[in-house]
């Protein structure tokens, strides 16, 4: 009988075996080169579902699109076939850098067509990792050169590194051509929504949250939009408002994209850096203090990154060009609903409590996992039946049950 094929596979170090992929399926591996580097992509749906040959094709082009990007602000890389692994969800997402690799999850929609919100989270998906080979990979925090894996790695830059990748990744997109400029305005208006219905800045600052992500990042309660944030949005919005500073100050020179150059040139990994490997929070301020326009930004980076307040968007905004205003706009002749400041779950016919938004008035009076059962002596088992109920009722006491 046929005995199968033994196959042996090495590995260099024990960080690159416990940081690569082992994936083993039938699943087909497609290659090409961009600008002398190979690139894989094993691509493969949870549910056997086949994938639409125009979109996968659409895929490849924005692909090759981010990665020129990527190779024009940093140069093109010394290191060789770089594998990307997606596979195809009913719902999970998620994705993580390996060392020449990433490996991500999304929902099926993404390539799918009709659903270009999907899709334009996957190219950004994909750009947030493939700059990671830059900004985590090879520029780390100097502490994480050497992994201690027998204890809890802390770093306080993590607003950097996930907050500032987004920020990149992003705008790499929108440069390369694989976003518009609208795709840019409607990734930002979703991620503006989770920034206003917050209030954990008033708590916790960038440094202290990327700190304790160990303690609780992973491990959210009811609270957490309360009273923490996340070093990935609020990092990310600082970031552009940094970078909207030294833009201003450089008169359009120099941006966040070009701290993350000269940081790589510095500091990382085989990148013949020409001072010592790995950053601390004093060796972004000093590159950023050396840049033209840069040079009163030390004082701005310390404050941004310990304070406990959001970053004025409004500002950032209307140096770019744009402004804020509601989604929806209230329209005089409207009868208003009161507003409850809460973040409800419904589930056959029962409304519960998940989390409180900022400024909520319920804060003292309701708890996550309340159950909101009628306004008034209205029976509520819809959100719109509870909006219904609470329409006319502005600056007014309501009984809830």
Excluded at 71 to 89: K, R
Excluded at 122 to 151: M, T
Excluded at 329 to 347: C, D, I, R, T, Y
Excluded at 352 to 373: F, K, Y
Aim: charged fraction near 25%.
């Amino acid at each position: 009988g046929n005995t199968g094929t033994t196959h042996v596979f090495t590995t260099p170090n024990r960080d690159e075996l416990l940081d690569g992929i082992i994936e083993i399926n039938a699943h087909p591996i497609q290659s090409w080169d961009v600008e002398g580097r190979t690139h894989h992509l094993k691509l493969w749906d949870s549910g056997g579902h086949p994938v639409d040959e125009g979109m996968l094709a659409r895929f490849k082009q924005d692909m090759d699109r981010v990665v020129k990007e990527h190779h024009a602000l940093f140069g093109v890389p010394s290191w060789d076939n770089y594998i990307t692994v997606i596979q195809l969800t009913e719902k999970a997402r998620g994705g993580l850098e390996h060392l020449n690799s990433q490996t991500s999850m999304l929902p099926r929609q993404c390539l799918m067509p009709g659903h270009e919100d999907a899709y334009r989270d996957l190219v950004s998906l994909f750009s947030h990792e493939y700059l990671h080979q830059w900004n985590v990979k090879r520029l780390r925090p100097r502490n994480f050169l050497d992994y201690d894996l027998q204890k809890e790695g802390h770093s306080d830059l993590l607003w950097w590194f996930e907050g500032g990748t987004s920020w990149l990744g992003d705008m790499l997109c929108v440069r390369s051509g694989a976003w518009s400029e609208e795709d840019w305005r409607k990734d930002l208006m979703r991620k503006m929504k989770r920034h206003t219905t917050r209030n954990g800045m008033a708590f916790e600052s960038l440094t202290e949250s990327s700190h304790d992500a160990w303690i609780h990042l992973y491990r959210g309660h009811a609270f957490s939009r309360e009273t923490q944030i996340s070093y990935y949005l609020e990092g990310e919005l600082t970031i552009m408002e940094l970078d909207m500073e030294l833009r201003k100050r450089s008169k359009g020179l120099h941006g966040v994209c070009d701290l993350t150059a000269l940081l790589c040139q510095k500091h990382a990994l085989e990148c013949d850096p020409t001072e010592r490997l790995g950053v601390t929070h004093k060796d972004i301020r000093k590159a950023l203090t050396s840049m033209k326009g840069g040079g009163r930004l030390g004082t701005m980076l310390d404050e941004i990154v310990n304070r406990k307040a959001a970053p004025d968007m409004g500002r950032v905004m209307a140096y770019f060009g744009l402004t804020l205003e509601p989604e929806h706009k209230e329209k005089p002749e409207q009868v208003k609903a009161a507003w409850m400041g809460l973040n409800l779950a419904v589930k056959a016919g029962r409304i519960t409590i998940s989390t409180h938004m900022a400024g909520s008035p319920m804060r003292q009076i309701l708890m996550p996992g309340d159950e909101i059962v009628a306004i008034n002596g209205m029976r509520c088992a819809t959100t719109s039946a509870l909006e219904t109920a609470l329409k006319g009722h502005v600056d007014q006491d309501v009984r809830i049950t």
